[in-house]
């Protein structure tokens, strides 16, 4: 079936650090890729999206190019902020899935100044 | 619109007591799913419906748990009876699904914290 491995966390960087946090899949067919962002003591909200192969997401500074080749979603922000404080969630549909998003385990992003 | 609302925000019951959460989607989605997420197990789907049925309700851990979704606009999934090991955040969340280009992407609510004591 369809899986989604996500880098353990947490992953501790100081301000202004490059951050990397990498995601790879497993999936018949043409998934669509995800990354959603949990804020403490909210719910999760989509960050960015790509549909298709070599697409790129983005969105606040952070990108992720879906990569067909290496089956992975890598999200990239070249500066982080205290503010990106957060735990990161890759997911990915399957068209033949009937639209049920299957989610990674989440990375914890802690900035510090 | 107000996004996918959740109700209550933190809700604390003995053990054995009947727990009911509640759930009113974004209008117009079509797909309806409800996530339990604890330390331990992460985020676990327990039941989606699409068009006020359900779909897939492999992940709903007991008898115990059981979902309605009487109507577009409102859905509950109760716990009864309730057990400590039920204590986790319960999240909501829905999407339009379907369509061209896969943008299936999920609104979610704010979840509710349920602490069974």
């Known amino acids: 079936g369809d899986s989604v491995t996500q880098m353990e966390g947490p992953v501790t960087l100081s301000e202004e650090a490059f951050l990397t946090i990498n995601c790879t899949y497993t999936a018949t067919g043409y998934p669509s890729l995800f990354w959603y962002v949990q804020y403490p003591g909210e719910g999760l909200q989509l960050l960015l999206k790509?549909?298709?192969?070599?697409d790129k997401g983005s969105n606040k500074g952070f990108e992720a190019t879906y990569r067909k080749e290496t089956t992975s979603f890598h999200l990239e922000k070249g500066s982080v902020q205290v503010s990106d404080s957060a735990v990161y969630f890759c997911?990915?549909?399957?068209?033949?899935?009937?639209?049920?998003?299957?989610f990674g385990t989440g990375t914890r992003l802690q900035v510090t100044l | 619109d107000a996004g996918v609302i959740q109700s209550p925000r933190h809700e604390v019951t003995e053990m054995g007591q009947e727990v009911t959460l509640r759930c009113k989607p974004i209008?117009?989605?079509?797909?309806l799913f409800w996530y339990r997420q604890t330390m331990m197990r992460g985020l676990e789907l327990l039941i989606y419906?699409?068009?006020?049925?359900?779909?897939?309700d492999s992940g709903m851990p007991e008898d115990r748990f059981s979902a309605k979704m009487p109507n577009a606009s409102f859905s509950t999934l109760k716990i009864q009876p309730s057990e400590p090991r039920d204590s986790a955040v319960y999240f909501c969340?829905?999407?339009?699904?379907?369509?061209?280009?896969?943008?299936?992407?999920?609104?979610f609510g704010s979840g509710t914290r349920l602490t069974v004591v």
């Open positions: 209008s117009g989605h079509d797909y």
């Open positions: 997911a990915l549909v399957n068209t033949g899935t009937a639209s049920k998003l299957t």
């Open positions: 419906f699409n068009n006020n049925v359900p779909i897939d």
């Open positions: 790509a549909t298709k192969a070599d």
């Open positions: 969340a829905s999407s339009s699904g379907g369509g061209t280009g896969g943008d299936y992407g999920y609104t």
